[in-house]
């Protein structure tokens, strides 16, 4: 896979992570590919990431648009404070309401875009979404259930394929 070089298209690169996903969700295995994407404003990434859904319709593609600190892409407040997990620790977690803005990831061959990802600036709100990113969880101490009612400390997307993100780096100089 890509390790930091500007190898290919970023259909390419997402057509080998979904490839990717699809062989851990047979073999078992976490160990998915979920590619950033760096470059200046008006490379249209987010566009070819769009059009790369069309390409896939089986592909159920859902978007999170950070438009500034803790917020989701309508503007809403997304990180809820710390609370206690059942196991004492004091974990970040999204506002009560809004652990519902991902439910479209439950739908099946879900792949998660995160527009804009270097605006979710606390260190808290990065942690939450990098849990997102890498265990395709959200701590959710509480307010979640298991099948079987009990509390849930986590809230699991089984159906997420795979997590996309784009940025674009502050000073127009940084890649010259």
Not at 16 to 27: F, G, I, P, S
Request: with cysteine; glycine share 8%; hydrophobic share 35%.
């Amino acid at each position: 896979m890509n390790s930091g070089k500007s190898v290919g298209s970023i259909s390419d690169v997402l057509d080998d992570a979904l490839k990717t996903a699809y062989m851990c969700r047979e073999e078992g295995d976490d160990d998915r590919t979920n590619p950033l994407f760096i470059s200046l404003a008006g490379h249209s990434k987010t566009e070819s990431i769009k059009a790369w859904a069309r390409k896939h319709p089986e592909i159920n593609l859902y978007i999170m648009k950070a438009i500034s600190d803790e917020t989701n892409y309508i503007g809403t407040p997304l990180f809820g404070g710390n609370e206690p997990a059942p196991n004492g620790e004091m974990v970040p977690v999204l506002k009560r309401g809004l652990v519902h803005t991902l439910d479209p990831l439950e739908r099946p061959n879900s792949v998660l875009f995160i527009d804009e990802f270097n605006r979710y600036s606390t260190s808290d709100v990065v942690n939450l979404m990098l849990g997102l990113i890498h265990n395709h969880e959200i701590p959710t101490p509480g307010y979640e259930r298991n099948p079987d009612g009990t509390p849930s400390e986590y809230r699991h997307f089984p159906n997420l394929l795979f997590v996309c993100a784009a940025i674009n780096p502050d000073d127009g100089d940084a890649y010259s």
